[in-house]
Nanobody
Framework: QVQLVESGGGSVQPGGSLRLSCAAS????????MGWFRQAPGKEREFVAA????????SYSDSVKGRFTISRDNAKNTVYLQMNSLKPEDTAVYYC?????????????????WGQGTQVTVSS
C-alpha cells in the first residue's frame, strides 16, 4: 500500500556531497517512520538514518553522524538524505524504507516497505 522510489544516486569524489530523494505514494499517511539503509556488495544491509513522520525522533548510525542529514517533507511525500563529506566506505546501494508500526525504527525488520535502491559510488 506504500510505494517508494529512490533517486539522486551517482558517482562523487571523496569529500563530495549527494542528496538522495525517496518519493512515496499510496497510503503514505500510514507510515510512522521513514528510514535509509545501505548495502555494499557482499555485506548485509546497514542502517543509516531514520525519522518519524512527525519529525519528533531522528536516528543516525555512528558512521554517518555529523555528515548525513535525513529530512522529510510530508506535504510532498518525500524523504531526503543529504550526504556530505562522503568517504569511499559510503559506497553502497542506498534504500529508503517505510515503517507502518514504529516511530523509532533502526532495524530492517521494523520496516514494511522498501524502494528499489539507488547506487552511490565514492571514489577518486
Amino acid at each position: 500500500q506504500v510505494q517508494l522510489v529512490e533517486s539522486g544516486g551517482g558517482s562523487v569524489q571523496p569529500g563530495g556531497s549527494l542528496r538522495l530523494s525517496c518519493a512515496a505514494s499510496g497510503r503514505t499517511s500510514s507510515s510512522q517512520a521513514m528510514g535509509w539503509f545501505r548495502q555494499a556488495p557482499g555485506k548485509e544491509r546497514e542502517f543509516v538514518a531514520a525519522k518519524s513522520r512527525s519529525g519528533a525522533t531522528t536516528s543516525y548510525s555512528d558512521s554517518v553522524k555529523g555528515r548525513f542529514t535525513i529530512s522529510r517533507d510530508n506535504a510532498k511525500n518525500t524523504v531526503y538524505l543529504q550526504m556530505n563529506s562522503l568517504k569511499p566506505e559510503d559506497t553502497a546501494v542506498y534504500y529508503c524504507a517505510a515503517s507502518s508500526q514504529f516511530t523509532t525504527a533502526t532495524m530492517p525488520s521494523m520496516y514494511d516497505y522498501w524502494g528499489q535502491g539507488t547506487q552511490v559510488t565514492v571514489s577518486s
